[in-house]
């Protein structure tokens, strides 16, 4: 025992010494030895986020910076460079500015409420060209330069709030890197926190994804317990951890996971580096299925088919738990990239074990559920309840739903099912070919038998897919023809169907010539449902941005299928300005650069919604 205990310890220490290590030794080859890089804003020397966490969509590719909720403060260069890139707008990175310094490399700026005085003239100078709000702009060639520590701009909220600053450090690939790599240093000597363990069962034959459990850890000291396991099948764990630092109550990614039996080590990654093409396997690396219905970033100790971010520095079996019938304490150890490190205990025990011993693959998607039903979304139109037929046959049933009190009925159009591979371009269609899919070939991560219900009711019709919220790897492009009896209602949109939230996005599709089509970033269950319902518009009123230039703010609110700021107009005694649009606060902003208002001035503002809804709003203002 004493022996075995030793051999843990010994490699406990090697992967701690591992870690610190690796903060200086990760290869950086574009950089040379005397490059450092300059803190990039005077608000906090705190952070938020850190590198690799669990986004929406992809992995986050920098840090985040607390602004104290304020917008405002200075951010600087952080190494003399060449303004490469240049973009603003209401999404994504909001405001931001791309540095490329001499070595080729890249940092990042982003979610800004403005540039500095120069660099904004400059920016409005194009905008004012057609009165585009949103730009995206390669500039490498209007040589604008900064020198490390020069103030390039002000920090904001622009893209997502709530106000931070966003900085990312990029390879000359423009492959983001850990900036904590460099010099860039926060304070931090607490260690991670384990909240909870993902069990998720493999099918002993076909190794796809069989369900999963989630055990909450239980603490003692630095030492965190999830008990035991019985199993009789192979299984993937993931993990539920997060990392703590000085003075700030945020949470962030874990910089290194290490699964060991005894003195063996089963699994170890760490994130250091990943491409842009490489951060939607973010569904991947965390298990997508427990993010759908959990909303948590479960990180697994496996690797999937699909697979290729380059974190993975050991995999046995692939990480997936092949034991034969017995008792195993497993340990899992967590670590930030200062070294600060958590250890947590799980037993499995296995009882009349079926299933593989050696793995090389292991399946990306589950199998399609045997039934399907339709399903109820928050927009309040459907309530259905558990007795509710299943619908799995391309035969026409009606069934009565409960509706406010009113019976509405559901009738099945379509069912169909196919089995879609990777590296081949096919098409998934209904046999009278009024639907169809096209999946590129590189669109998948592994092969797919996929499932899809079609329901019509009055004027909405559900795409019911299963398995469902997917990720693929690309994007994959949906096509539907209309029933004759909607082809001319101009109300038509594509929604996204949120089942495990109750909630629907718009796809920024609609009826065109009685087409509905749409590129999907994941295979999700959809819903075309018409909006004809206008935007509100509230009173305009004179206000000033951070810069001190006058705007003229006018609240506007579509809750269905959002602001179309593009289209939207706003003149100020007959003269046209930029519309800028904050979503977090429903406004939108009229500026002009120079813009003083008159004594007296009239007001016109035309809104438009997602769906092509247009209001108006006159106002006379006096000033």
């Known amino acids: 025992m004493f022996a075995r205990n030793l051999k843990i310890l010994v ?46 969509a992809h992995l986050h590719a920098g840090l985040d910076i607390r602004t104290w909720g304020q917008e405002g403060y200075n951010v600087f260069a952080t190494r003399d460079g060449i303004v490469y890139r240049i973009a603003t707008g209401p999404h994504g990175y909001g405001n931001v500015v791309y ?51 020069e103030v390039i701009a002000f920090s904001g909220s622009t893209g997502i709030g709530p106000p931070h600053l966003h900085f990312e450090l990029r390879t000359p690939d423009h ?145 997936v738990l092949t034991f034969e019938d017995g008792t195993y304490p497993l340990r899992i150890i967590a670590s930030d990239i200062y070294g600060n490190r958590t250890t947590a205990a799980v037993t499995i025990r296995v009882n009349n074990y079926e299933g593989p011993e050696k793995i090389t693959h292991v399946p990306t998607y589950p199998v399609p559920s045997q039934t399907q039903k339709p399903f109820a979304i928050s927009w309040n139109k459907i309530l259905l309840n558990d007795e509710t037929p299943l619908l799995a046959n391309a035969e026409d049933i009606d069934f009565e739903i409960q509706k406010n009190e009113t019976p509405i009925r559901f009738s ?13 371009k096919q098409i998934f269609h209904t046999p009278d070919q009024r639907l169809w899919v096209e999946f590129p070939k590189d669109a998948l991560y592994d092969t797919l038998d996929l499932h899809l219900d079609i329901l019509q009711m009055d004027d909405e019709i559900q795409f019911n897919f299963s398995p469902d919220r997917l990720p693929i790897d690309g994007q994959i492009y949906f096509n539907y023809i209309l029933p004759e009896d909607l082809k001319e209602n101009p109300h038509l949109g594509l929604f996204s169907a949120d089942k495990f939230r109750n909630r629907l996005y718009f796809m920024g599709a609609v009826n065109s010539d009685g087409y509905i089509r749409s590129s999907m970033r994941e295979i999700s269950s959809l819903v075309i449902m018409e909006d004809d319902t206008p935007p509100w518009v509230g009173m305009p009123e004179f206000g000033k941005n951070l810069a001190g230039n006058w705007i003229v703010k006018i609240p506007a609110i579509d809750r269905q299928t959002g602001i179309d700021y593009r289209s939207s107009i706003i003149t100020v005694n007959g003269q046209r300005g930029i519309v800028e649009y904050d979503p977090d606060i429903n406004s939108l902003s009229y500026y002009l650069p120079g813009f003083t208002p008159s004594k007296e001035n009239n007001i016109e503002a035309e809104v438009f919604d997602g769906m092509g809804n247009r209001s108006s709003r006159t106002a006379s203002l006096s000033f």
């Open 11 to 56: 490699l406990v220490l090697g992967l701690l010494m591992l870690a610190n290590s690796q903060i200086m030794s990760q290869p950086l080859p574009f950089l040379e030895d005397s490059v450092t890089y300059a803190w990039p804003t005077d608000a906090t020397h705190q952070i938020s986020s850190t590198f690799g966490e669990t986004r929406s």
């Open 99 to 149: 540095l490329k310094h001499k070595d080729g490399s890249y940092s990042v700026y982003a979610h800004l409420n403005r540039f500095e005085p120069e660099l904004q003239a400059f920016v409005d100078s194009i905008r004012m060209t057609d009165y585009s709000s949103a730009i995206d702009e390669i500039v490498e060639a209007d040589s604008i330069t900064y020198k490390k520590g």
């Open 175 to 319: 492959e983001p890197f850990n900036p904590l790599l460099t010099n860039i240093r926060v304070t931090d000597n607490i260690p991670p926190v384990f909240r909870q363990l993902g069990i998720e069962f493999l099918d002993s034959g076909s190794l796809k994804p069989d369900g999963f459990e989630i055990i909450n850890a239980r603490r003692n000291g630095n030492l965190y317990d999830f008990g035991s396991v019985t199993v009789n099948q192979p299984i993937g764990l993931a993990v539920n951890v997060h990392d703590r630092a000085n003075q700030t109550p945020n949470v962030y990614a874990v910089h290194t996971l290490t699964l060991v039996y005894e003195a063996d080590t089963l699994y170890h990654s760490s994130v250091d580096q990943f491409s842009y093409e490489e951060t939607g396997q973010m569904f991947l690396d965390r298990s997508y299925l427990m993010l759908a219905q959990t909303r948590r970033g479960f990180q697994r100790l496996y690797r999937v088919a699909g697979n290729k971010l380059p974190i993975y520095k050991i995999l046995k079996n692939e990480g």
């Open 412 to 424: 099945s159009t379509s069912s169909i099912e196919k089995k879609l591979t990777p590296g081949v």
